[in-house]
């Protein structure tokens, strides 16, 4: 199973970004999938997840800023990310799972002051 994101970049604060994600796998509408960052120095964390029947789930730094959604027919995760922060710059990964983990390369988020 192969996961590609893409969406990242540079932006200002209180910008915007969207990042995608798509994947191979077959079973994508019956998994869990979700983002999770990483940022220089520090562990990665989970950032927002939604499962199979659309329930969300989000860090408490990121409620009411971003968005995930879903779209199963062409297999594709998203998050929208309004009002950025430094804060949230970090290298951000979507997942997939599905009785195990599988990843994506990661794109790089970078939010200027």
């Known amino acids: 199973v192969q996961l590609q994101a893409s969406g990242g970049g540079l932006v200002q604060t209180g910008g915007s970004l969207r990042l995608s994600c798509g994947t191979s796998g077959s079973f994508f509408s019956f998994s869990t999938t979700g983002w999770y960052r990483q940022a220089a120095g520090k562990q990665r964390e989970l950032v927002a997840i939604i499962t199979s029947d659309g329930s969300t789930n989000y860090a408490d730094s990121v409620k009411g800023r971003f968005t995930i959604s879903r779209d199963n027919a062409k297999k594709m995760v998203y998050l929208q990310m309004n009002s950025l922060k430094p804060e949230d710059t970090a290298v951000y990964y979507c997942?997939?799972?599905?009785?195990?983990?599988?990843w994506g390369q990661g794109t790089l988020v970078t939010v200027s002051s």
């Open positions: 997942n997939l799972h599905l009785y195990m983990d599988y």
